[in-house]
């Protein structure tokens, strides 16, 4: 079976969460429709009438929750236990780079990465060598570092295409450790949490409890890792809040019940539907509620546990551990509380607020597979591809910022930046001066603190100047972004601009240096 088979596409919508939603609100829409077709019967020609018949269509629709979405963008995730290896130095395939349309989001969440206490140290002071690799590979691109967070051997790295970023507002990470008693972070789960085009998503990286016969422990430490993780955001505190939220992580189920020559007899025999009932993550869905609010894409891959390394061969070692889908890509749509059955038939049919939402948010799960092509680990990476279709809230940056006139380091430059909407700002806020092709907020040549006094009136053109001694001598290409301390993101971005070599890096015959991929 070949690996990269794509599967069905699923989908699920935050319209539409469950059974007993879509049957209220098909009963619900063929009332509407009644009405509708007794219009059409008395239908005259004046235009009141056929406005009594659009605002029923308008109802009706609403009422059913299939509004068209405005926008699509494509999600890429990654799964890997990388089992303290180093990174492979060609990611392309993980990041399936090469695959139009292109990721507009990329999520990763490792788990084993290097955990040693000398090179955690090493690891805090600096960016790990996975951070890197996928830095440097995806910046060139046009994709940023959005954030990441670390606990021990656990990573979540989230980047986004540079355009996205004055959209990703209210930042927030967390985690939370279940290894020995919650006090050691070998397991455990980590969290980015922010609002895209104002719908609120999670993404969480788990690594639960090892072993066959641990699978109970695994569903308590999932739970517990649900409901522990806090948000410092009103309207979402919890992981659970968010309108979608993305799990993905070395979960560790296991194949139940089945013998070693079975389970590789049906593997190799590319029969894996035999396995799938005694998968122990769809065995506790069955019988675990808070499971079955959470979607997932048919394993129509192999397990991708435990393998020789740098082979295709599952474990030869003495101990013969049985292959299983120990890592796992699932997501939750929030549930919505449509109107009730005693509710009376007015008020279902005028009520648009219990349980609409006028910005739904549509997740298809387009791929769902491995890559078998990548052996420095013991595990094989799990790959999710998505398409959320989403109306967005907003699609105006809240800084607009530009420079100002010539731009070299033979002299003093402006820039100006005006707050378009109003936001908590603060003294602490700055603008950075990057390169294009820039990995992260952090990776600035320099910056400014935004005006020191009274924060900024909406609309005001506040001007600011950058010394000279400050720009690159070089020159190329650049850009601005309004970094927020308060939300932990760049509220926006200039248009790329010129700065002009000086006239001291002609005299001493500077040359330039390649940083990102383009010369600096």
Not at 159 to 170: D, E, N, S, T, V
Request: one cysteine or more.
């Amino acid at each position: 079976m070949d690996p990269l088979t794509d599967g069905p596409r699923v989908r699920s919508d935050s319209m539409s969460s469950s059974a007993s939603q879509s049957s209220r609100s098909k009963m619900l829409l063929r009332q509407r429709l009644s009405q509708l077709l007794t219009c059409i019967e008395d239908l005259s020609s004046d235009d009141e009438a056929s406005e009594e018949v659009s605002r029923t269509l308008d109802e009706a629709f609403h009422l059913c929750g299939r509004f068209v979405p405005t926008d699509a963008f494509r999600l890429h995730m990654v799964t890997w236990n990388v089992a303290s290896a180093e990174p492979p130095e060609d990611i392309t395939s993980l990041l399936q780079l090469d695959v139009q349309p292109p990721a507009d989001l990329y999520v990763i969440g490792l788990q084993e990465v290097n955990a040693t206490p000398v090179r955690f140290i090493s690891d805090m002071l600096v960016e790990d060598s996975w951070s890197h690799v996928f830095m440097d590979t995806l910046a060139p691109r046009g994709f940023v570092k959005v954030t990441s967070i670390r606990m021990q051997g656990l990573l979540l790295l989230v980047f986004a295409k540079q355009i996205h970023l004055p959209f990703i507002r209210k930042i927030q990470t967390n985690y939370i450790r279940t290894g020995i008693f919650g006090y050691w972070g070998n397991k455990g789960g980590v969290s980015v949490r922010f609002s895209f085009y104002g719908h609120m998503v999670c993404f969480l990286n788990c690594h639960l409890a090892a072993h066959m016969n641990y699978a109970l422990e695994r569903v308590d430490e999932f739970e517990y890792i649900l409901e522990s993780q806090d948000f410092d955001i009103s309207d979402t505190p919890n992981v659970l809040d968010h309108k979608v939220v993305f799990c993905l992580g070395d979960l560790n189920f296991r194949i139940a019940d089945h013998g070693l020559h079975f389970i590789r007899s049906s593997i190799n025999s590319g029969r894996l539907n035999l396995l799938w009932t005694k998968d122990q993550l769809t065995m506790m869905k069955k019988k675990e509620p808070f499971l079955q609010e959470f979607e997932e894409g048919p394993l129509n891959f192999k397990p991708t546990y435990k393998f020789d390394r740098n082979s295709d061969t599952y474990d030869t070692s003495g101990k013969k551990r049985k292959p299983a889908w120990t890592d796992r890509i699932l997501w939750r749509i929030k549930p919505k509380t449509l109107p009730s059955e005693d509710d009376d038939d007015e008020k279902a049919s005028t009520s648009t607020d219990d349980g609409l939402d006028d910005y739904p948010l549509l997740v298809t799960q387009d791929k769902y597979t491995s890559d078998m092509s990548y052996g420095v680990s013991d595990h094989k990476p799990v790959i999710a591809t998505f398409s959320l279709e989403l109306r967005k809230c907003f699609d105006i940056p809240l800084v607009h910022i530009s420079p100002v006139g010539v731009w070299s380091a033979d002299q003093d430059a402006l820039l100006t930046y005006t707050v378009q909407e109003d936001f908590m700002s603060s003294t602490w806020d700055w603008i950075g001066l990057y390169k294009v092709g820039f990995k992260s907020a952090s990776d600035y040549e320099t910056f400014v603190w935004v005006r020191e006094n009274d924060l900024p009136e909406i609309n005001e053109v506040i001007q600011i100047s950058v010394d000279k001694d400050e720009i690159p001598l070089l020159g190329g290409q650049y850009l601005l972004g309004y970094f927020s301390t308060n939300m932990q993101s760049i509220l926006g971005l200039s248009a790329n601009f010129q700065i002009l070599e000086s006239k001291r890096a002609v005299m001493e015959g500077l040359v330039p240096e390649n940083v990102n991929g383009v010369n600096k």
